[in-house]
């Protein structure tokens, strides 16, 4: 599995607001049995979101917030098949991180 590839979210409970998690640990840690993820949340009109926080990222055609603040590792073996990469959109992905561990 690659850096910023997106899994359906393992989790059957929270899949209708979250659909979607996406890995942002790098390759370098494959060893390790968790991948570090992101979740992906529907975008909702009604919802405001700090946007440095919680960025918009595009999912096979569909705007989705990743939600930095909720960055959990999960097992590398619930992660089954890929739906899609967002490499493209990394920089964003990594300045939500930094947003997290900076506060900036």
Same mark, same amino acid.
């Given at each position: ?8 979210? $393992? #989790? #059957? &409970? *929270?899949?209708?607001?979250? $659909?979607?998690? +996406? +890995? ?8 390790? *049995?968790? =991948? ?6 529907? !975008? ?13 990222? +595009?999912?096979?055609?569909?705007? %989705? ?15 089954? =098949? &890929? +739906?899609?990469?967002? *490499? *493209?959109?990394?920089? !964003?992905?990594? &300045?939500? %991180?930094?947003?997290?561990? &900076?506060?900036?």
């Amino acid at each position: 599995m690659a850096q910023y590839d997106v899994f359906a979210n $393992p #989790s #059957s &409970s *929270a899949a209708d607001g979250i $659909p979607y998690v +996406v +890995v942002i640990q790098s390759d370098l840690l494959d060893a390790l *049995a968790t =991948r570090l993820t992101v979740p992906l949340a529907v !975008v909702g009109a009604a919802i405001k979101v700090p946007t440095a926080l919680c960025p918009v990222i +595009v999912v096979k055609g569909q705007r %989705m917030y990743a939600l930095a603040h909720y960055a959990a590792p999960l097992p590398a073996k619930l992660l089954r =098949r &890929s +739906v899609d990469n967002v *490499a *493209a959109q990394g920089s !964003v992905l990594v &300045s939500a %991180m930094d947003a997290v561990l &900076s506060g900036l």
